[in-house]
């Protein structure tokens, strides 16, 4: 996508420094929406399998259904924004995941809350790429790692928010309810996105990034790089989506209620949020490289000590989850920033994301058909292992990322 200034100059970062910042700010809201949706899931997931009579796969496919049709249609929203303008898609994709959201309080039927996800999930493939897309230009490469950092850290704001108030809204009025409710809500916070947004359009020539018109293709510049990195984050997407979809269940088979397995989640995403954050430094000390090894390893252990952990440890190794399981996104999430140009760069997040969200949408379903036919533990350690799996890739990170 070409941006152009008023003089038909190219454009390189917000007018000023408050539009800079207003840029990130709206941003960062719409990320805490959409995110909040998505993991609102979780808790809920024992509730509809209870009413539905539905097995660990059959429930499985909900979250497919959402997070599948994000992975789909997370390219054509980045290259219709091309042609739209990212701001418009993000406003009309977050009003239609909300409503979708909404809907599926009204499902009857595991096969309609399904596709009802998957009308929700239409709507919210736009807001990952376009948001680190707007976000990414708006800041010079010094300093984009940390202003992407900080729209992640919004998505976990949104992810420990909305699902311990779904689950209590469940216990309350029943989970029907509690969708529509939720889903209402985020109306009226679309609304003051596009207040944030409307003048986020203006800019400034002397761009930190050389922005080509003459680039074609999808403006990847190192394409064995890329691979690797998108290898390595269907691998820990996979993790990541089917440990937070089966975690659920292993709780409540320890005896753990609605309200508390709510706010257990949240605790992963608390600490989560976290893990974002001081992974960060840590790379920046001990190398990026050493920094992935280490939390992908962590992330498959804690995994493996949840399945015979009681009591209070199960809160304590929440906590180390949330920070190990999410400790390597913003690395990665900077990484596609080195090795897409600029003005690519919405298709090439809507790439990578895509990737990503397709695993998160299979892999739930996959180790969950797995754990109807063996165990839930043997399901979760699998996923474990899985972890590992990543550890090849991490060398192959882009030389920004490692240093």
Not at 140 to 158: C, K
Not at 228 to 239: N, Y
Not at 271 to 299: N, Y
Request: aromatic residues 10%; charged residues 10%.
């Amino acid at each position: 996508m070409s941006h152009r200034g008023p003089a038909g100059k190219p454009p390189s970062v917000l007018l000023n420094p408050f539009q800079t910042h207003r840029t990130l700010v709206a941003n960062s809201l719409v990320h805490a929406i959409n995110d909040g949706y998505v993991a609102a899931i979780y808790p809920l997931l024992p509730l509809i399998a209870a009413e539905f009579q539905a097995g660990y796969g059959m429930t499985s496919l909900v979250k497919m259904g959402l997070t599948g049709a994000l992975g789909l249609f997370e390219l054509p929203a980045g290259l219709l924004a091309e042609r739209l303008g990212e701001n418009l898609i993000l406003a009309v994709g977050t009003t239609w995941l909300a409503l979708g959201f909404a809907g599926m309080g009204m499902a009857i039927a595991v096969w309609q809350l399904v596709l009802l996800a998957v009308i929700a999930g239409i709507g919210g493939a736009a807001q990952h790429p376009l948001s680190a897309s707007l976000v990414s230009r708006a800041y010079p490469p010094r300093s984009r790692g940390s202003a992407i950092g900080t729209l992640n850290f919004a998505g976990d704001i949104g992810k420990a928010l909305v699902p311990p108030l779904c689950a209590w809204l469940a216990i309350l009025v029943g989970w029907r309810q509690a969708m529509l409710v939720l889903g209402m809500v985020g109306l009226p916070l679309v609304l003051a996105f596009v207040v944030l947004s409307k003048k986020n359009t203006q800019y400034q020539t002397g761009s930190p990034e050389p922005v080509s018109s003459s680039i074609s293709g999808w403006g990847i510049v190192d394409y064995r790089r890329f691979t690797a990195l998108s290898a390595l984050g269907v691998f820990d997407s996979a993790v990541r989506s089917a440990a937070l979809t089966l975690l659920p269940f292993l709780l409540q088979a320890k005896g753990l209620d609605t309200p508390s397995i709510g706010a257990l989640i949240s605790l992963i995403f608390i600490s989560g949020a976290l893990g974002k954050f001081g992974c960060g430094p840590l790379g920046d000390r001990f190398g990026a490289v050493s920094v992935v090894l280490a939390t992908e390893i962590a992330t498959g252990l804690v995994v493996v000590a949840f399945l015979p952990a009681q009591g209070y440890w199960l809160w304590v190794l929440a906590a180390a989850f949330g920070f190990f399981l999410n400790g390597t996104s913003s690395i990665l999430y900077a990484a596609v920033a080195d090795l897409v140009s600029a003005e690519r760069r919405a298709r090439g997040y809507a790439l990578y994301y895509s990737l990503g969200l397709l695993s998160s949408a299979f892999a739930p379903v996959l180790f969950g058909i797995l754990a109807d036919h063996s165990s839930l533990e043997a399901s979760l350690a699998l996923v474990a292992f899985t972890a590992v799996l990543t550890l090849p890739l991490a060398p192959l990170l882009p030389p920004r990322a490692t240093a």
